[in-house]
C-alpha cells in the first residue's frame, strides 16, 4: 500500500530504544487500521535501537516514518512533535509496546471526524477492561478516571489512558503544556473539559507489555498528573483566556529556574 497524499489519521508512537520489540506491534497495526494513514514513531536520539528497526521496516511500508524528537527528552515532547508533524486532522496516540488495541484507532479517528475534540480508549466504562500492569498505578488511574467523570463531567472515566485521538485543530489551538510523562491524555481531555469541547469514549481492553522494560514513572510524573486533575474542575474558559492561563504559568516556572 503507499502513502495516502491526504491521511485520514496520523498515529503517533512515542517509543525508546524498542527495538525488534515494535515489529510485532507494527504489524497488528497496519493488519487493523483501514483508513488512509501515516504511522509516526517518534524517538528522542538518531541512535535510539528503533531506529535501525523502523528503517528497515519503512523500506515494504511507505506509511511508517521515523521522527527525531527536536522538543527535548520524554514521552511528553515526543508526542508534541508528532502531533505537530501529522498531516492529518485527527492523531491518535497509541504506545510502542502494544498495550492498546489497534482495531480501534479508526473508530478514535472517526469519532474526531465527527466533531469530537478528544475521543478515548476507556478501560473503565462497561465493556472495557485492564488487564495485567502495577496494582497500585491501576488502582489510581481507575480512582481518578472515575471521579473526573462523575464530578468533573469530564467525557469519559478514563481521562489518564494515553490511547486517545485528538482532533489536530484542537491541540495546535489550545496547546500542550505537559512535558515530561504521559499526562498529554489528561491534559487535552481537562482542556476540552474547560473550554466545554466535546469529549467521548469507547471501551477497550488494556493488555500489560509481555515484552521489554515499561518506561512508565508513576513517583515522578504523579504531580503533573495531579495538576491537570485539579484543573479539570474549574468554571468554562475561552481559549484567549485558557492561553493567558498557559502564559502566567509558564512565566511562574521561568521565575523559579
Same mark, same amino acid.
Given at each position: ?30 493488519? !487493523? ?57 485527527? !492523531? ?33 466504562? !462497561? ?131
Amino acid at each position: 500500500m503507499t502513502l495516502a497524499p491526504n491521511p485520514k489519521v496520523s498515529v503517533i508512537i512515542p517509543a525508546y530504544n524498542e527495538g525488534e520489540h515494535i515489529v510485532p506491534v507494527l504489524d497488528r497495526l497496519f493488519e !487493523a487500521v483501514t483508513l488512509p494513514c501515516e504511522v509516526l514513531v517518534v524517538v528522542d536520539r538518531s541512535d535510539d535501537l528503533t531506529v535501525p528497526v523502523i528503517e528497515h521496516y519503512a523500506e515494504r511500508e511507505p506509511r511508517l516514518k521515523i521522527l527525531v524528537n527536536a522538543y527535548g527528552r520524554g514521552p511528553a515532547n515526543a508526542i508534541r512533535y508528532g502531533i505537530d508533524n501529522a498531516k492529518s486532522p485527527a !492523531a491518535v496516540v497509541t504506545m510502542a509496546d502494544g498495550c492498546d488495541d489497534p482495531l480501534q484507532i479508526d473508530d478514535l479517528a472517526r469519532l474526531v471526524e465527527r466533531g469530537v475534540a478528544v475521543a478515548a480508549a476507556s478501560r473503565y466504562m !462497561a465493556g472495557g477492561q485492564q488487564v495485567g500492569g502495577p496494582l497500585l498505578k491501576g488502582l489510581m488511574s481507575g480512582t481518578a478516571g472515575r471521579s473526573l467523570a462523575w464530578f468533573a463531567r469530564i467525557g469519559t472515566r478514563d481521562a489518564t489512558n494515553s490511547f486517545k485521538a485528538y482532533s489536530t485543530e484542537f491541540v495546535r489551538e489550545v496547546g500542550i503544556e505537559s512535558r515530561d510523562g504521559f499526562e498529554i491524555g489528561i491534559e487535552l481531555a481537562a482542556k476540552a473539559r474547560r473550554l466545554r469541547r466535546p469529549v467521548a469514549e469507547i471501551p477497550t481492553i488494556w493488555l500489560d507489555r509481555t515484552q521489554g522494560d515499561s518506561n512508565f514513572q508513576l513517583r515522578k510524573w504523579l504531580p503533573k498528573y495531579l495538576r491537570w486533575y485539579r484543573f479539570a474542575f474549574g468554571p468554562p474558559l475561552t481559549v484567549e483566556q485558557l492561553r493567558a492561563k498557559n502564559q502566567e504559568l509558564n512565566g511562574r516556572k521561568r521565575n523559579h529556574v
